[in-house]
């Protein structure tokens, strides 16, 4: 483990070293990486995907959380915002999952903070949404500006679909709805592009390996520690050839870091 990791690990409490990992440019370098423009999904009976690409930002976000010594969970479930009717006049909108039309999501769950959710894309108009500049969900405070906002995590399809229903009916309200389904413990084998399984697992592997997400994540954890540069701003080809070029020794030092906060929990 670096001498950075050690000294996040031994000072902050696990909710601050989510924030602190969440405020700097890992995010801003996941999403970029791995959104991917929207379409409709051949594999999922051809429904419209907004190219989230939720599993891969989940299970990687649990692995660089590990790293850091936080205990993480993949959380597969539904997921939906909703806004409310506006006083102006503006019908209500929602992305998401319609629990009619099938679907699902995939978020992380961190006991000592609560909800992580940081692959929706919602300041972009997409459909009839009115774009928000904001993230996804993260812990149990979410602001939008110009908005009341609310939080729902619910437990089955009935008060799923009366969540939806009130955050329809709320007049200048946005509104985060979550149901998480099945929890799973991180392990370091989620990492595999086979267990991940998505659009971007499939195209990724073709260019970065089969050891892709390993890559990506050491790639995150470099640019988090300022000894790799960011891809941000060169296009997806390209960025995700250039994690080929991730050290060995960056790829070790990630899996060791992950190895040993699995043992010890």
């Not at 503006?90 to 006991?111: R, Y």
């Not at 149990?140 to 679909?161: C, K, N």
């Not at 892709?212 to 988090?224: I, N, P, T």
Request: hydrophobic letters at 40%.
């Amino acid at each position: 483990m670096t001498d950075s990791d050690a000294l996040i690990n031994e000072s902050l409490p696990p909710a601050d070293r989510v924030k602190d990992l969440l405020e700097g440019a890992v995010v801003s370098e996941l999403n970029a990486l791995a959104w991917l423009e929207s379409f409709n999904n051949s594999a999922d009976h051809g429904r419209w995907d907004p190219g989230w690409s939720c599993r891969d930002h989940a299970v990687v976000l649990a692995a660089l959380l590990t790293a850091r010594g936080v205990d993480a969970q993949v959380v597969h479930g539904a997921n939906v915002f909703i806004q409310g009717p506006t006083s102006g006049g503006a019908d209500p909108v929602g992305l998401g999952n319609d629990l009619a039309q099938g679907g699902g999501h995939t978020w992380v769950h961190v006991p000592a903070f609560g909800t992580v959710d940081v692959s929706p894309r919602l300041g972009e108009r997409v459909q009839s949404w009115r774009p928000l500049p904001v993230s996804g969900l993260t812990g149990a405070d979410w602001q939008v500006p110009g908005l009341a906002t609310h939080v729902a995590i619910v437990r089955g399809a009935p008060d799923y679909e009366q969540a939806v229903a009130i955050a329809t009916n709320a007049v200048d309200t946005a509104t985060a709805i979550y149901w998480p389904k099945q929890s799973e413990q991180f392990r370091a084998d989620m990492l595999d592009a086979g267990y991940i399984d998505s659009p971007l697992a499939h195209r990724l592997t073709k260019v970065a390996g089969s050891d892709c997400y390993f890559k990506l994540a050491a790639h995150l954890r470099g640019v988090s520690q300022g000894v790799r540069r960011s891809l941000a701003r060169v296009s997806h080809r390209k960025a995700w050839r250039y994690l080929n070029e991730v050290s060995e020794e960056l790829i070790d030092e990630f899996r060791e870091a992950i190895t040993v906060q699995l043992a010890s929990s």
